[in-house]
Each structure stands twice: as structure tokens, then as C-alpha cells.
């Protein structure tokens, strides 16, 4: 199983930018798909999370700013993130829990990391 991020980039405060990842691989189903972010000499944090049947959860800094997005067809997650903050930049890691046709085992997979700077 892969999960490839895209999107990220350098923007201006109050810019948007859209963060996709797409997982593939010998997936069965997936149950929770979600971003997170980790800034320069911080802890890796919760940014938002989707379940399969949509129900969203986001952390308060985002609320009203991000939304979070899923499409169960192509097993991709994406999160717009609009009126961004110097505070956003961090780099951005969606995460998958899913069950592998293999051995149907549930399990957490990590994408590699996407940069955002938010800076004028």
C-alpha cells in the first residue's frame, strides 16, 4: 500500500492551496483517511479526519478555514485549505486506516509529506 501526497507549495497569507492523496496498492477498505501536520520543532498533529461515510473532525486552529474531502472511487483524500496563516506551514502527511486484501489485518499507512509555507 502507497499514499502519494501533492498539492503543497509557498502562498501568501490568506491564499488557498488544495493538498490530494491518493492511496493504491492491494487495498480492501478504508476506513479513515486524514491530514496531518508538523512544524519545525513540533509534534506531529492532528489537522482533520474523514470516515467512510463522511463524518469530518478538525482541529480547532482550522475550523471554518479547512475542509476536508474523500473519494471513496479513487481512494483519495483532499484538503483545501483556504485563508492561510504563517502559522499553517508545517509539512502536511495524510494517513490512511485500512484493511489489505491480503491479510485483512487493519492497519495505519503514512504519505510522505507534502511542505507548506504560508509566508509574504
Known amino acids: 500500500v502507497q499514499l502519494q501526497a501533492s498539492g503543497g507549495g509557498l502562498v501568501q497569507p490568506g491564499g488557498s492551496l488544495r493538498l490530494s492523496c491518493a492511496a493504491s496498492?492491494?487495498?480492501?477498505?478504508?476506513?479513515?483517511m486524514g491530514w496531518f501536520r508538523q512544524a519545525p520543532g513540533k509534534q506531529r498533529a492532528l489537522v482533520a479526519t474523514i470516515t467512510s461515510d463522511t463524518n469530518t473532525n478538525y482541529a480547532d486552529s482550522v475550523k471554518g478555514r479547512f475542509t476536508i474531502s474523500r473519494d471513496n472511487a479513487k481512494n483519495t483524500v483532499y484538503l483545501q485549505m483556504n485563508n492561510l496563516k504563517p502559522e499553517d506551514t508545517a509539512v502536511y502527511y495524510c494517513n490512511a486506516v485500512l484493511r489489505t486484501v491480503v491479510d485483512g489485518v487493519a492497519r495505519s499507512y503514512w504519505g510522505q509529506g507534502t511542505q507548506v509555507t504560508v509566508s509574504s
Open positions: 496498492g492491494s487495498i480492501g477498505t478504508i476506513y479513515i
